[in-house]
């Protein structure tokens, strides 16, 4: 996660319910749920890599492009169409990584995203190898269901994002109008796994009459008796999306001590908030990938 505040970009006017209702009365088929075993091997993984990297996966390091390597290795075995979309920034080539799962209404997208890099100073096991993680294991629930969706997904990992959210600020200003028009929603995850969590932080993006995937989430967690917050669109890759009027929503887990520091490493991250966040994610995707709405965005 950067260091940017919590920004609200300018209203749009779009009808929330409209949406909302389609996906309310579709029912969807059942999500699966996850546990440790199967998500914290990722955060294990990314440990490894920085470790043999200098001890962290920023922008521009072999840190950084092995972390992709691993995550794009996995989805490719998964059955995913993947791409690198490179930027450069620094002086430094960087890279997004793009995952497209076969199927689903082209012109109706739901994209779910991770910033992927660390600082410089640490490893980002939970600042933002959490949520990277949490979205791969996602794709990797799609493909094992052989998830057919009514919307076509797209899994996306962003770098330099600690540059100043940079990897999806490219993302989004490469993207022709009709390619934007046709991302319904944005998901964006950052610190899913904090130490010590009391409440989940979940994106309210009503100023571009998102509502759909905020009252997803917040069922959700109200339905297992977990507390959350509602947060405004900005301080991470989410804020890309807002500045395009792209609807967005996702959640963190608040910010950890150990936030751009060398201790940020996989004993940084608790299993149970990671495995709980990951199982949010999942059944919001599930519920979302079943219809589509009645309406594009003006």
């Not at 200098?54 to 092995?66: E, L, V």
Request: aromatic share 8%.
């Amino acid at each position: 996660m950067g260091d940017h505040a919590f920004l609200v970009p300018p209203a749009r006017t779009v009808p929330a319910a409209t949406e909302a209702e389609a996906v309310e009365n579709v029912r969807a088929p059942a999500a699966p749920t996850v546990s440790a075993a199967d998500v914290m091997p990722h955060l294990q993984a990314l440990q490894r890599i920085a470790d043999r990297n200098g001890g962290n996966r920023a922008h521009g390091t072999r840190g950084y492009a092995q972390s992709v390597a691993y995550m794009r290795h996995a989805l490719d075995r998964a059955g995913f169409h993947t791409e690198l979309r490179h930027f450069s920034y620094g002086g430094a080539d960087g890279c997004n990584l793009i995952a497209d799962w076969p199927g689903g209404d082209p012109n109706h997208v739901l994209l779910s995203g991770a910033h992927l890099d660390s600082v410089a100073a640490g490893p980002g096991i939970n600042d933002n190898g959490s949520g990277a993680a949490a979205v791969l294991t996602t794709a990797l629930q799609v493909a094992e269901a052989g998830l057919n969706p009514a919307r076509h997904l797209r899994f996306a990992w962003w770098g330099a994002e600690e540059a100043g959210l940079v990897g999806s600020a490219d993302y989004v200003r490469g993207l022709s109008a009709a390619d934007r028009n046709a991302i319904d929603l944005y998901l964006n995850l950052d610190q899913a796994g904090s130490k010590n969590t009391k409440q989940w932080l979940v994106v309210n993006d009503a100023q571009h009459g998102e509502s759909t995937a905020f009252r997803a989430f917040e069922a959700w967690f109200t339905a297992r008796g977990i507390a959350t917050f509602d947060i405004g669109v900005g301080g991470s890759d989410h804020e890309s999306f807002g500045k395009a009027g792209i609807p967005s929503s996702g959640f963190s887990t608040g910010i950890s001590d150990c936030i751009h520091n060398a201790c940020d490493t996989l004993a940084n991250v608790d299993p149970a908030t990671q495995t709980t966040s990951t199982n949010a994610l999942i059944g919001v995707v599930w519920q979302l990938a079943a219809t589509v709405p009645t309406t594009h965005r003006p």
